[in-house]
């Protein structure tokens, strides 16, 4: 798990590795990424992303958890794991 912040934005993704067997996605559109340079998005970033659409994310340090800082959106997801957009605060 990391958190991101998405360039030219005050937007901050939490990034979450792909379960095996618990706590699993529901993709809501879309799909799940197949590559290390895809993403899906939490379901209530539906209003303000689109599948297909590329984001970057700054990178902060010089380790990164992320292979590449240009990403393609593949899809949207829920989880037990992901809260509501509104108990996320400012980023």
């Known amino acids: 798990m990391a958190d991101l912040t998405v360039e030219n934005s005050e937007d901050a993704v939490r990034l ?6 618990i706590s699993t996605f529901q993709v809501t559109e879309g799909q799940l990424p197949e590559a290390d340079e895809e ?10 992303y689109q599948i297909g659409q590329t984001i970057t994310f700054i990178k902060k340090e010089e380790k990164s958890v992320i292979k590449s800082q240009t990403i393609t959106i593949t899809g949207f997801v829920q989880s037990g794991e992901m809260l509501s957009q509104k108990d ?3 980023g």
Request: no cysteine.
């Open 16 to 21: 979450y590795s792909k379960p095996e067997g």
């Open 39 to 48: 993403i899906a998005l939490a379901d209530f970033w539906k209003d303000r």
């Open 88 to 90: 996320l605060g400012r």
